[in-house]
């Protein structure tokens, strides 16, 4: 079945630098990749998403990344903001007997330090 | 729509109880997940429905979880007998459904049932 790999675990970064989370998945039939933002004690929330038939998708300060080949994706915040702190998860989601349903990696808990 | 809703909040019981968590999905979602999130684990996908159908249930740690979705606006979760182990905070999500679509898959989450199992 599908693995999701998520790295760093833990970032910290000053307001205003850039922060970088990467995720590689196993299975190539994967063919939806989402990014959640889960405050402390809050759910998960879908922040951006990205599909097999693009390579990148910008919303604002958000961006993700898509190396189908390569089989990995990555999201990326620009001039982050002390809100932006949280844990971020990546998620792939399956194809054929398990559409829909997504396996997401471990998360990434950033820091945002004013 | 109030989005997905879980209930109890929180839950604190004892080792050996019967626990039972509860979710309604979003209106018109026919895809339903059961997920556990553990600081160790992270959060895994237990059990998921399609039309309250169970699709893939072999995230379910042990016999002691069942999962059953009678209607298309209700879901239960059940721990016989609950134990320290299965402390977490648990999440229901939904979707429009399964499949290649382009807004199929985009999954909502409850705000999450914490579990304390004493």
């Known amino acids: 079945g599908e693995n999701v790999e998520q790295h760093p675990s833990t970032l910290s970064v000053q307001e205003g630098d850039s922060a970088v989370i990467k995720c590689t998945y196993s299975?190539?039939?994967?063919?939806?990749f989402p990014w959640y933002k889960q405050e402390l004690g809050k759910r998960p929330q879908l922040i951006i998403d990205?599909?097999?038939?693009?390579g990148e998708k910008k919303d604002q300060r958000i961006a993700v990344t898509l190396n189908k080949t390569a089989k990995h994706f990555s999201l990326h915040i620009t001039e982050t903001q002390p809100e932006d702190s949280a844990v971020y998860f990546c998620?792939?989601?399956?194809?054929?007997?398990?559409?829909?349903?997504?396996?997401f990696g471990k998360g990434t808990k950033l820091s945002v330090k004013p | 729509d109030a989005g997905v809703i879980q209930s109890p909040r929180h839950e604190v019981t004892e080792m050996g109880q019967e626990v039972t968590l509860r979710c309604k999905p979003i209106?018109?979602?026919?895809?339903l997940f059961w997920y556990r999130q553990t600081m160790m684990r992270g959060l895994e996908l237990l059990i998921y429905?399609?039309?309250?159908?169970?699709?893939?249930d072999s995230g379910m740690p042990e016999d002691r979880f069942s999962a059953k979705m009678p209607n298309a606006s209700f879901s239960t979760l059940k721990i016989q007998p609950s134990e320290p182990r299965d402390s977490a905070v648990y999440f229901c999500?939904?979707?429009?459904?399964?499949?290649?679509?382009?807004?199929?898959?985009?999954?909502?989450f409850g705000a999450g049932t914490r579990l304390s199992v004493l």
């Open positions: 999500a939904s979707s429009l459904g399964l499949g290649r679509g382009a807004a199929k898959n985009i999954q909502y």
């Open positions: 299975d190539s039939a994967s063919n939806y």
């Open positions: 990205i599909r097999s038939n693009v």
């Open positions: 998620a792939a989601s399956g194809y054929g007997g398990s559409q829909g349903n997504l396996i």
């Open positions: 209106s018109g979602h026919n895809s």
């Open positions: 429905f399609n039309n309250n159908v169970p699709i893939d």
